[in-house]
């Protein structure tokens, strides 16, 4: 604003003396020479005044005139921005507040009254450290000391606010610190988005997948989860055990790569599963274990779906049978000796 008066008073200033500079250097010459008798020319330099008065009265209402109504439009759009932000301000679907440089609540909007339960003349001019939760002031105070100090732009972290009816609700909150048009005062933006259920449900998440991780690992059964590519996503317990190697070093590798004599195994059927979706189960097979010793082995092949419900892979449950199927031949001997006793 300021820089805008000072360019129409310019402006009408430099008008005025171009239009004094012209007149002073040509009236005088013309009027002599159109008037030469001094008498009479003195009569007409009174005229001549009263002329220059009038012209230079109606060019600086002119010049006026049209600087004012440009000055109008302006304000009138000025003042439709500010409408319209203070509309989008207080409509937004996120919460959000500005800050003085101590720390003071400038101005809330709408939806931060509502995500809080405050109301905006409750809060104005309160410090926001008031409203954080013990644990979370000192974090967002050595933050926002930061910022003020221009140790930094902007922040993004998670604040425990209290709200007006008591509840503590975990909030992410991410900061900004805007200089004004003039770059003299920074203000300071924050905006808000509760994720109280979201950082529960993420903790849910995390608790039953450690619980389904504790159920597989105690299964006696040693579990493979191979993708499409046959390399291994995930093994239980049993399963390291068996094979004489850490989880983590068998994790995204492929099993013909390290096991290469177990090839033969993971193959059969396995395409079929990833084009049908058909499980196969309770196959027998008889291998040699690490020590090349021989044992036997069931295996139950399942499918499991991907992002597209499409088979992404094929789970592996691999028992071994051993001990029932020399049993079983045991059983056979002792049958078949007893019916040649017999």
Known sequence: MKSSSKHIIFRIVLAYFILGAIWIAASDAV????????????????????LYVIITALLLAGLLYKELRELNHTHQRLEASE??????????????HSLGSDGAILQVNRMWCQLLGYCEDEVTGRMFAEILAPASRERWQQTFDELVRGGRDGFDMELELKTATGPIILTAVSGRAVAEPDGGLLNYYCTFQDVTEQRQLEIETRQKSEEYRQIIDTVPARIYHLNADRTILRVNQAASLALRTAPAELIGKPVAELFPQYTEIVEQNFQQILDTGRSFLGETHRILDLDGRPMWITVDRIPFPGNNGRPAGVVLFVNEITDHVRREQDLEQLVDLASKLR
């Open 31 to 50: 009027m002599f020479a159109l008037f030469p008798n001094p008498q009479t020319a003195q009569t007409v330099s009174i005229y001549k005044g009263w």
């Open 83 to 96: 409408r319209r932000f203070r509309l989008l301000y207080q409509d937004a679907p996120i919460a959000f």
